[in-house]
């Protein structure tokens, strides 16, 4: 069945300066501007925070965005999460994770492929997606072997952030973002704009 997003995606035009501005930094860097955050644009507050917060989660830190990414995959395939897993497997992909691995990624305590510091990280994301209250001393026993306390703090907020996203999205039934959507006409003016003066295309 056809996903069709509950609720309307501002476009540009319809939101304020400040958040127009967000839009195109995001624009830029990914060439879109992701359905999800256009919804959460309804609430420009939130809007703002949400993505500052998920900046500083995939990207600062001492554990590698490789790792971050390969447990939102998991974390996104148990909470059945297509919007997500449309994005972030290609994320995942970009970042050295190959098809093989991400395909079969529910079998990884069988494969040989995953460090013990990864599948400590995988585990992590399957027990805290399930059921957060299941993580057993010795779980957390393995992950203080292979993590720092700073570090185990990082993998818990991407694994609890993209339980957040994953909701958030399956209730809205979100469409996948295609290439180019997201209404960024500064950007698209800008692009004309250097072809007319200099040719570029």
Request: charged share 25%; glycine share 4%; net charge negative.
């Amino acid at each position: 069945m056809a996903r069709i997003s509950r609720i309307s995606r501002l476009d540009r035009p319809q939101v304020t300066p400040e958040i127009a501005a967000r839009y195109d930094k995001v624009f830029s860097q990914r060439g879109n501007v992701p359905n999800m955050f256009r919804v959460m644009a309804h609430r420009p507050e939130i809007f703002a925070t949400m993505q500052d917060h998920f900046a500083a989660v995939l990207n600062t830190g001492t554990v590698s965005t490789r790792l971050k990414e390969l447990i939102i995959v998991r974390t996104s395939q148990v909470n059945e999460t297509p919007y997500c897993l449309a994005s972030h497997t290609i994320l995942a992909r970009s970042l050295g994770w190959s098809d093989d691995q991400l395909s079969h990624l529910a079998d990884w305590h069988t494969r040989d492929d995953f460090t013990a510091a990864e599948k400590a990280a995988l585990r992590l994301a399957e027990t805290v997606t399930r059921n957060a209250n299941a993580v057993t001393d010795e779980q957390f026993a393995e992950l203080r072997a292979h993590y720092n306390e700073g570090e185990i703090v990082e993998l818990l907020c991407a694994i609890g952030l993209f339980n957040y996203f994953n909701r958030f999205n399956n209730a809205l039934r979100m469409e996948p973002t295609r290439p180019g959507e997201g209404g960024c006409e500064a950007p698209a003016a800008a692009h004309a704009e250097a072809v007319a003066v200099h040719g570029l295309e």
